[in-house]
């Protein structure tokens, strides 16, 4: 298996413009979480699915940050309008179903915004 | 609600001699525990999970952690560090009593061993 795709691996953008990073999880896998990076906060968790079905969006940052996942086999999530704040690593994941599997995490959008 | 604490932001190593990195963890119900190690531009890799029995786990690259409920603690461990070892390492929780699947982790602690 090719393991869990993101793309693009690199986004630069100007402030108030639309971004969509994209993610392909392991194929099989029931569980994908979209998790943001930085320095300054660490790894956090902004939303997660369970069969395609949003369980948890508490920690979406704002209105700004949309997440989807339309079939088993890929995710986007959007932020629009942007802002240099949002400027972090975004990683995808995904693991099966019972809670004891690890997570196998993409290597990440790097994200910009000027 | 589910929370991981990593103390140490940094933990420095000689190369040869053993090695800690320390996470306690809290969660309404029973955990599963893991560890991740994450390399420069590179997403988290699984080391090693604690699920049930053992308390000692044993994983990839010769690490292994300690589960002790008491203390609500997963530390990991190596008896002998490698300069490759240096990374960036993460404990995350998992609560198997609420099937709500959450996935938390710590803030992470940087790993640094010295040949």
């Known amino acids: 298996d090719a393991g869990v795709i993101q793309s693009p691996r690199h986004e630069v953008t100007e402030m108030g413009q639309e971004v969509t990073l994209r993610c392909k999880p392991i194929?099989?896998?029931?569980?994908l979480f979209w998790y943001r990076q930085t320095m300054m906060r660490g790894l956090e968790l902004l939303i997660y699915?369970?069969?395609?079905?949003?369980?948890?969006d508490s920690g979406m940052p704002e209105d700004r940050f949309s997440a989807k996942m339309p079939n088993a086999s890929f995710s986007t999530l959007k932020i629009q309008p942007s802002e240099p704040r949002d400027s972090a690593v975004y990683f995808c994941?995904?693991?099966?179903?019972?809670?004891?599997?690890?997570?196998?995490f993409g290597n990440g959008t790097r994200l910009t915004v000027t | 609600a589910q929370s991981v604490a990593q103390p140490e932001d940094q933990v420095n190593v000689a190369e040869g001699n053993p090695l800690t990195v320390k996470c306690t963890y809290s969660?309404?119900?029973?955990?599963?525990l893991f560890w991740y190690v994450q390399y420069p531009n590179r997403g988290l890799q699984f080391l090693l999970k604690?699920?049930?029995?053992?308390?000692l786990v044993k994983g990839s690259y010769g690490f292994e952690a300690e589960f002790n409920k008491s203390q609500t603690s997963f530390h990991l461990k190596k008896p002998s560090a490698l300069v490759s070892d240096s990374a960036l390492y993460f404990c995350?929780?998992?609560?198997?009593?609420?099937?709500?699947?959450?996935?938390?982790f710590g803030d992470g602690t940087t790993l640094t061993v010295k040949p």
């Open positions: 994941a995904s693991s099966l179903g019972p809670l004891n599997s690890p997570l196998h």
């Open positions: 194929s099989g896998h029931d569980y």
């Open positions: 699915f369970n069969n395609n079905v949003p369980i948890d």
């Open positions: 969660v309404s119900g029973n955990p599963y």
């Open positions: 604690y699920i049930t029995g053992d308390n």
């Open positions: 995350a929780v998992r609560d198997r009593d609420t099937n709500a699947g959450k996935s938390t």
